[in-house]
């Protein structure tokens, strides 16, 4: 079974401050995603990698998967009060599969 | 509509009872996925429907948890015998393609006393 693991496991930082997310497997994904997650809420996609190395962004968010596709990484720029809850970073096991490993997840603070 | 619904959102039980957990997917997503979430802790995945069909049950914790989908839509997991570690966060998905991602809904707060 392959596993994902994040760090760190807990962030609390001050509005305004950048922070990065890791997500790290000893095995290779297909493609990979990053979902966020608030109280009594679903997890809800943010973004899919499906290409080693490939880098995408979402306004103040920036993503990158992993030249070899077995790790990537989720940067906040200026994070606001808004950015926080639980990320959680989620790899296929196998290309053309639908089932999804979940990531250990960070829980993201940010404090106004 | 437009999202995956779940019910009911919060459920307790005692130990010991059955209960029946239900996801409505979004209209046209061919595959349906049912994840367990304890406290403070990430997603474990339980089964995952493709159609009607269910190619991976490796997840489900035990014979006393099973699921069913019917007309590649509505799905039911059901818990029979609770036990108090059976008390999670009990989260259905749906998504239309692969590598689409997934659309989750608010998930059933289950809680076995």
């Known amino acids: 079974t392959q596993l994902l693991e994040q760090s760190p496991q807990f962030l609390s930082i001050q509005e305004g401050e950048n922070l990065t997310v890791y997500c790290n497997s000893s095995s290779v994904f297909s493609s990979l995603q990053w979902y966020r997650q608030e109280p009594g809420e679903g997890p809800v996609l943010l973004v899919t990698?499906?290409?080693?190395?490939e880098v995408k962004k979402l306004k103040r968010l920036t993503f990158q998967f992993g030249d070899a596709r077995k790790d990537s990484s989720l940067h906040i720029t200026a994070a606001q009060p808004g950015d926080t809850g639980l990320y959680l970073c989620a790899g296929a096991e196998a290309p053309g599969t639908y089932k999804y490993i979940f990531g250990t997840g960070t829980r993201l603070k940010v404090l106004a | 509509g437009a999202g995956v619904s779940q019910s009911p959102s919060n459920k307790v039980t005692e130990k010991g009872k059955d209960v029946e957990l239900r996801c409505d997917p979004i209209s046209g997503h061919t595959a349906l996925y049912w994840y367990r979430q304890r406290l403070g802790q990430g997603l474990e995945f339980l089964i995952y429907?493709?159609?009607?069909?269910?190619?991976?049950k490796s997840g489900l914790p035990s014979d006393r948890f099973s699921a069913e989908r019917t007309g590649e839509s509505v799905s039911t997991l059901t818990i029979q015998r609770t036990q108090q570690e059976d008390s999670a966060v009990y989260l259905c998905a749906s998504s239309p393609r692969i590598n689409y991602g997934y659309t989750f809904g608010s998930g059933t707060r289950l809680t076995v006393v």
């Open positions: 990698v499906v290409t080693g190395g």
């Open positions: 429907f493709q159609g009607n069909s269910a190619p991976d």
